[in-house]
């Protein structure tokens, strides 16, 4: 069964193991079969009967790891959830689409890429460049009400991304795991930092940045990490 809901499809189809990319759905496909998930799909259904609109689309729920393949994970980038406005939220955290105005966050994060690196702002804000290097731009929850921030929050996402963490910090090594404010960090308390790399800042929103962010040069100690672990460093350019 596939049923409409304005902006995507939304149905039992809308969050199955066979949207996922083939290597993650190897380590993340059991999770589609555990009770969160069914009372996840039993809640998006319900939205869906009482009109309402979900972001992101439903083909682009799992984007980040439709472009981000788990043996080329190099970088994972903790978002909170999904832009609630019309036509931004795509399925990578912090991105928009080209022709999308620039979120505050996203603009912050370009201007510390220009003092860290010198990289010019770009004019649009997608990131899918970043997203196919290797960088995991992932939000904790994966879907959101149009216009009600945080409002699939506690509905079961959390758990399925705290696996897909989990899957990265014990199965891989050399991951540089950027932690963005509270949020992100009580999200990767667990990582280990003797596997990994565990850069943390304040969140880059215009309340935050001023407080740690801008000037936290987590861009280029990325790729001087990945460098000598004896990765390709990525290209940040958008």
Not at 69 to 76: A, D, T
Not at 197 to 217: D, E, I, Y
Not at 221 to 232: P, V
């Amino acid at each position: 069964m596939v049923l409409l809901l304005g902006n995507g499809l939304l149905g039992s189809e809308f969050i199955e193991r066979t949207m996922l990319e083939e290597s993650w759905q190897a380590v993340l496909g059991v999770e589609f079969d555990k009770p969160y998930m069914q009372q996840l799909r039993k809640f998006l259904r319900e939205e869906k009967d009482q009109k309402k609109v979900i972001y992101p689309k439903s083909e682009n729920v799992f984007q980040a790891y439709a472009l981000t393949p788990l043996s080329q994970v190099k970088v994972v980038l903790l978002g909170q959830d999904p832009y609630h406005g019309p036509n931004q939220a795509h399925g990578l955290c912090f991105s928009v689409l080209p022709g999308v105005a620039l979120p505050p966050s996203l603009m912050n994060i370009y201007k510390e890429l220009k003092a860290d690196l010198g990289i010019p702002p770009a004019t649009n804000g997608c990131l899918s460049h970043w997203a196919e290097q290797g960088v995991l731009l992932l939000n904790s929850v994966l879907t959101v009400e149009r216009g009600q921030a945080a409002s699939h929050q506690g509905k079961g996402w959390e758990q399925f991304t705290d696996k897909t963490i989990e899957i990265l910090n014990e199965q891989q090594t050399g991951i540089v795991f950027l932690l963005w404010g509270a949020y992100a960090q009580r999200k990767g308390q667990f990582i280990h930092a003797d596997r990994h790399c565990v850069l943390k800042t304040t969140h880059p929103s215009p309340f935050s940045a001023h407080q740690g962010f801008l000037g936290c040069r987590h861009f280029s100690k990325t790729n001087q990490y990945l460098a000598q672990n004896g990765k390709e460093p990525i290209d940040w350019r958008v």
